[in-house]
């Protein structure tokens, strides 16, 4: 193996020992996990290892599939909903679910936001939200709040 190949193997295993994480915990922070992935972000983007496009991009990728999974549960929700693992408890639910029936789907551009975020997730699928409508708005709100830390980490706004 050439100097040149091996450097560029070794940038390939740095970039995935550094998103593979970031992933995971943005994915986690979205479902039914209790994370946090702005700090994970924030101090990637400050350790300037990988480039700022590509850690917000894949924070962003992680975070939604994580909404997509809520989504996924809210369409089941009767069937898991008495079950302890599920992600939202009845009180944060049936506030959600008046806040999403008050604002209708423009509320998904609420997702990002801790407390309300992940319940409006679940009662998208409760509600039937169609799914590309879900996954466009959710993307966008995700994308655009790490599209923000990043810009605020990084001194550019």
Same mark, same amino acid.
């Given at each position: 193996?050439?100097?040149?190949?091996?450097?560029?193997?070794?940038?390939?295993?740095?970039?995935?020992?550094?998103?593979?994480?970031? %992933?995971?915990?943005? #994915?986690?922070?979205?479902?039914?996990?209790?994370?946090?992935?702005?700090?994970?972000?924030?101090?990637?983007?400050?350790?300037?290892?990988?480039?700022?496009?590509?850690?917000?991009?894949?924070?962003?990728?992680?975070?939604?599939?994580?909404?997509?999974?809520?989504?996924?549960?809210?369409?089941?929700?009767?069937? %898991?909903?008495?079950?302890?693992? #599920?992600?939202?408890? $009845?009180?944060?639910?049936?506030?959600?679910?008046?806040?999403?029936?008050?604002?209708?789907?423009?509320?998904?551009?609420?997702?990002?936001?801790?407390?309300?975020? $992940?319940?409006?997730?679940?009662?998208?699928?409760?509600?039937?939200?169609?799914?590309?409508? #879900?996954?466009?708005?959710?993307?966008?709100?995700?994308?655009?709040?790490?599209?923000?830390?990043?810009?605020?980490?990084?001194?550019?706004?």
């Amino acid at each position: 193996m050439t100097l040149a190949a091996r450097a560029a193997t070794q940038r390939g295993v740095d970039a995935l020992l550094t998103l593979a994480p970031l %992933f995971a915990v943005a #994915f986690g922070a979205a479902s039914l996990l209790p994370l946090q992935s702005e700090p994970v972000l924030i101090g990637l983007l400050l350790a300037e290892g990988q480039p700022a496009w590509l850690l917000v991009l894949t924070a962003s990728i992680g975070n939604t599939l994580g909404s997509v999974v809520n989504y996924a549960l809210g369409r089941a929700v009767e069937r %898991f909903r008495s079950r302890r693992w #599920f992600p939202v408890g $009845d009180a944060a639910l049936a506030r959600a679910e008046a806040w999403y029936r008050r604002w209708g789907r423009w509320s998904l551009l609420l997702s990002w936001a801790p407390v309300i975020g $992940d319940p409006l997730t679940v009662v998208a699928g409760v509600l039937r939200e169609r799914f590309w409508i #879900f996954l466009l708005l959710v993307a966008m709100a995700k994308t655009g709040r790490y599209v923000t830390l990043a810009l605020l980490t990084l001194h550019v706004i």
